[in-house]
């Protein structure tokens, strides 16, 4: 038993002496800064082509907010006649959408057809994730957009031909923080068919942690007679 006692402590001593000798002397600063680089390769290697950002995408945006004829919300007075109207429905949270507590009463409104979009995709991703999905921007004034702009380089202008979508209300952003690799790879795929069928166009940025998603008005039609909308394609 003393035997292979030794045996077993003179082992352990040498796994422990090469470990030792065989790792970096000094600083182990190059391997972990190698390290972080693959994840971060890794990381960005999961992002689809198809929703990348770019100036085209927001344009192809803007162009829609165009042909709909649709305003720019300039203020808290606009917007609150517009929701007042009916122009833009509040969004509720279910058991398949939940909202930002940071986002303000009066912003979790968007169209209607944006809202059946969130519907429908929410209750998908709820059926294979048993989980909801986060909304984490919606509507948005000029003036919050301006504001957003000072702090943030990464915001869209207040205007011109590469405007923030937002500001047209059709337009949410769904938040990627409580996602796992699975949930994301659901969500990229499912707004890739969209896009594809120029139903979205959608961004998953890269400095913010969501996928922005505008949705054209053409989803009322593709969600009444989804066969019939691919057909005439």
Not at 14 to 38: D, E, H, M, Y
Not at 46 to 61: E, I, K, T, V
Not at 161 to 171: E, M, W
Not at 184 to 193: D, G, T
Request: aromatic share 6%; glycine share 4%.
């Amino acid at each position: 038993m003393d035997r292979m006692m030794r045996r077993i402590t003179a082992t352990i001593l040498f796994v422990a002496f090469l470990t030792t000798s065989l790792a970096p002397a000094a600083t182990i600063s190059g391997p972990v800064k190698r390290s972080k680089q693959r994840r971060a390769h890794l990381q960005r290697s999961h992002y689809h082509p198809a929703l990348r950002g770019s100036r085209d995408s927001q344009l192809r945006q803007n162009a829609e907010i165009d042909r709909l004829r649709l305003r720019r919300i300039a203020d808290e007075q606009e917007l609150e006649e517009m929701e007042m109207r009916g122009d833009l429905v509040e969004l509720h949270e279910s058991p398949w959408l939940q909202i930002a507590k940071n986002l303000r009463l009066n912003r979790r409104f968007c169209r209607p057809w944006t809202r059946d979009f969130l519907e429908d995709m929410g209750q998908a991703y709820y059926a294979r994730f048993r989980r909801p999905l986060l909304i984490t921007s919606a509507v948005r004034t000029v003036e919050q957009q301006a504001q957003l702009a000072r702090r943030n380089n990464n915001a869209a202008p207040i205007d011109g031909d590469t405007a923030s979508s937002h500001l047209a209300g059709l337009t949410v952003d769904i938040g990627k923080r409580p996602m796992g690799r699975a949930e994301r790879a659901w969500v990229r795929q499912y707004l890739v068919n969209l896009k594809e069928l120029g139903l979205v166009e959608a961004i998953e940025e890269r400095r913010q942690a969501c996928f922005h998603v505008m949705v054209s008005i053409r989803y009322h039609d593709y969600r009444n007679a989804p066969e019939e909308f691919v057909a005439s394609r």
